[in-house]
C-alpha cells in the first residue's frame, strides 16, 4: 500500500530555472490494483512515479509505504525500489551485460540474494516476459526492439516488486509487440496480484486492461475514478489533449443517431452486447 | 543529482549583459584574463570591482557563481599546497621537514586569487551567452584565420554540437543513473575499485546512447543536405548596437585600469 501525501516537486528551486511539476497531490494505492496513469506530456506522470519508489526527494510532502516514511532516515530505500519497480521510458536503454542472463541477474544480484535465488528469480522473470531460453546467452544488443524491451522490464521484475510501475512501456513498438507486453503484464497482474501503475498515452490500451484511471493534468490530479466513467467525459479529456478509446467515440456517434446503447462499454465484447440489445436482438451470439 | 554542476550552463534571465552580442562578451573575456595575469594586487582589487558589478548586472545569483566553483576546489588546493612549501626563499613558518615561505605565501595567494577570478569571469560569460550564440560570436571573431586556411565554420560547428550535447547527455546520464538505481545500483558506497566497478552498468549505456545520437545526428543533417564554410546565411545575424560599442569602451577602460593600478604599488 502507498500513500502519497501533499506530496509537491519543484525542479532547480530557488533559481530561474525552477519548475513546480507536481503540486499538492494525494493518492492512496491499494495492494492489487491495476491503475493506469494518463496524462499530457508535462502534466507531471513521470516526476510522480519517481517518488514512488524514492528516487526523487519531495520538495515538500511525503510518501508512505506500508504506512512508513520512505524519506526517514532508518528507512531502507534500498529495499524499497526492489518493492517497488520502476521501467522508466525506453527500459532497453539501461541494458549493459554482455548477455541478457547477466543483464537480468543485475537487480536481484543487488539485493544481495545468494547464486540460486538470483537466477531463479532471473529465469522467472524471463519466462514471465515471454523470452525463451536461446535467447539467454545472446548479446541484449542483438535483440529486435520488442525483445530488447521486455528484457528490460525482466530485469525489474526479477527484483520481485510488490508494485510494478511502468512508464509508457510501449512506446516505439509495432502494434504486435503492445499486445504482447500489455498482456503479459496483465497475465502477470491477474496470476500474482501485484499492483500495477500503468502510463501510457494508448486510450485503448488502458481501457482494454485497468480497473483505476488517475488523469494528471498541470501537475495535479484532475481525475481518478473506474474506466467507464473517466471516458465518459471524453469532451474534457480531449480538451487536455488526450482522448478517449475508439470504442466511446462508436458508442457515442450511435447514441447522437438514436440508438440506445450503452456509452460505458469499452471492449469489443460489451459493445456487441450493448448494440445487440439496444436493436432487440439479445440472444444473438457472435 | 548531476544538477548542480554549474559550470558551462546558461542562466536564462534577461539583461543587459544576456544582452550584449556575444562577440563583446568573448573579448572581455579574453581581456580580462590577461588583466589578470598582467596586473598584479591592487590590480586584483580592480578586476575583483570589475567583476562584481558585472555579475551584478547580469542578474545571476553570486550564490549560483560560486556554487559552481565547487568543480575546482581539488585543483586549487593542490597549486596551492605545493606553491606554499615548495616555493623556496625567506622561511616563514617551519615544522618538520616542510617549510612556509614568504614567496610561497605571496606565491599561493596570487594564485588562489588569480584562479578564482579567472573561473569566475569566464563562468559569467557561459552563464549569460546561450552556446549557440557564443560559437556564432567565435566564428565571426575567428573569420580572419580563413585566410591561413584554417576551417573556421566547420570548427565553430563542431564545437556548438558538442556543446549542445553536454546537457543531452547529462540528462541521460542522470536517466541512466536512476534507472540502474531502480535496480538496486549503489552508486555512492564502497570503495575505490568497487565505485569504478558500480560505473560500467552507468558508462556502457551511456557510451551506447552516445553513439546513437551522434549517428541520428548525422543522418539527420545529411537528410537535409548539410554542408558547411561558404554562402551559409544566419537566422540571428550578429549585429553590432551602440550598447555594443559603449561595453568594448568600458572593458577597455577596465583593462587600463587594471594595469595601472597594478603598477601604482609595490
Redo the contacts between chains.
Keep these: 500500500m502507498l500513500i502519497v501525501d501533499h506530496l509537491t516537486h519543484i525542479y532547480?528551486k530557488n533559481?530561474?530555472?525552477a519548475q513546480t511539476a507536481i503540486h499538492d497531490i494525494n493518492l492512496v494505492i491499494p495492494e492489487g490494483q491495476f491503475i493506469g496513469l494518463i496524462g499530457h506530456t508535462g502534466s507531471g506522470k513521470s516526476t510522480l512515479i519517481?517518488h514512488l519508489?524514492g528516487?526523487l526527494k519531495p520538495t515538500s510532502g511525503s510518501v508512505f509505504f506500508h504506512g512508513a516514511d520512505i524519506h526517514d532516515d532508518d528507512f531502507d530505500r534500498?529495499q524499497l525500489?526492489?518493492k517497488v519497480?520502476?521501467v522508466?521510458q525506453y527500459?532497453e536503454?539501461?541494458?549493459?551485460e554482455v548477455d541478457v542472463w547477466s543483464d537480468v541477474c543485475?537487480?536481484?544480484r543487488?539485493?544481495g540474494l545468494d547464486k540460486l535465488n538470483v537466477e531463479l528469480r532471473a529465469y522467472h522473470a524471463l519466462k514471465q516476459v515471454g523470452i525463451s531460453d536461446e535467447h539467454f546467452y545472446q548479446s541484449p544488443?542483438d535483440l529486435s526492439g520488442g525483445e530488447k524491451r521486455r528484457v528490460a522490464i525482466a530485469?525489474?521484475l526479477a527484483?520481485a516488486p510488490e508494485v510494478l510501475i511502468l512508464d509508457e512501456p510501449t512506446a516505439g513498438l509495432d502494434p504486435g509487440g503492445r499486445d504482447e507486453i500489455l498482456g503479459q503484464i496483465a497475465a502477470l497482474q491477474a496470476e500474482t496480484g501485484i499492483t500495477v501503475v500503468l502510463v501510457s498515452h494508448s486510450m485503448d490500451d488502458i481501457a482494454k486492461h485497468v480497473e483505476r484511471i488517475i488523469v494528471m493534468r498541470g501537475g495535479k490530479i484532475a481525475d481518478d475514478d473506474v474506466p467507464t466513467a473517466i471516458f465518459m467525459k471524453f469532451a474534457e479529456l480531449e480538451e487536455m489533449g488526450l482522448g478517449a478509446p475508439q470504442m466511446t467515440y462508436i458508442m457515442d456517434a450511435l447514441r447522437l443517431r438514436g440508438l440506445a446503447v450503452d456509452p460505458a462499454a469499452l471492449t469489443v465484447t460489451a459493445a456487441y452486447n450493448s448494440i445487440m440489445k439496444a436493436l432487440g436482438m439479445e440472444n444473438h451470439h457472435a | 543529482m548531476l544538477?548542480n554542476i554549474t559550470l558551462g550552463q546558461y542562466?536564462?534571465?534577461d539583461s543587459i549583459i544576456h544582452r550584449l552580442d556575444p562577440r563583446v562578451k568573448l573579448v572581455a573575456t579574453l581581456l580580462f584574463i590577461i588583466s589578470l595575469f598582467v596586473g598584479r594586487y591592487t590590480g586584483y582589487i580592480v578586476a575583483t570591482l570589475f567583476l562584481l558589478t558585472v555579475i551584478k548586472l547580469s542578474k545571476v545569483?553570486l550564490r549560483?557563481i560560486v556554487r559552481g566553483m565547487k568543480a575546482i576546489v581539488f585543483i586549487m588546493l593542490f597549486a596551492v599546497v605545493f606553491n606554499l612549501f615548495l616555493t623556496p626563499g625567506e622561511v616563514a613558518v617551519s615544522f618538520w621537514v616542510l617549510s612556509i615561505t614568504w614567496e610561497g605565501i605571496r606565491l599561493a595567494a596570487m594564485l588562489a586569487i588569480r584562479l578564482i577570478l579567472l573561473l569566475m569571469g569566464s563562468s559569467v560569460m557561459t552563464l549569460t551567452t546561450t552556446p549557440g550564440n557564443l560559437t556564432d560570436g567565435l566564428e565571426k571573431l575567428m573569420r580572419p584565420l580563413r585566410v591561413i586556411r584554417i576551417p573556421v565554420h566547420e570548427v565553430a560547428m563542431m564545437m556548438s554540437i558538442a556543446l549542445r550535447f553536454i546537457p543531452i547527455l547529462m540528462e541521460e546520464t542522470d536517466?541512466?543513473m536512476?534507472?540502474?538505481?531502480?535496480?538496486?545500483?549503489?552508486f555512492e558506497s564502497g570503495n575505490l575499485i568497487k565505485k569504478a566497478k558500480s560505473l560500467?552498468?552507468l558508462l556502457?549505456?551511456l557510451f551506447?546512447?552516445a553513439f546513437r545520437r551522434a549517428n541520428d545526428l548525422a543522418m539527420a543533417m545529411e537528410a537535409r543536405c548539410y554542408q558547411g564554410g561558404e554562402h551559409r546565411t544566419k537566422m540571428k545575424p550578429l549585429i553590432y548596437r551602440w550598447q555594443d560599442g559603449v561595453a568594448y569602451l568600458l572593458v577597455l577602460a577596465y583593462f587600463a585600469a587594471c594595469i595601472v593600478a597594478g603598477r601604482l604599488l609595490f
Design positions: 532547480e533559481t530561474a530555472m519517481q519508489n528516487l534500498k525500489r526492489s519497480g520502476l522508466f527500459p536503454h539501461q541494458l549493459f543485475f537487480g536481484p543487488n539485493l544488443f530485469g525489474v527484483m | 544538477r542562466y536564462p534571465v545569483p549560483f536517466k541512466i536512476k534507472a540502474q538505481i531502480a535496480r538496486g545500483a549503489d560500467v552498468p556502457v549505456p551506447i546512447s
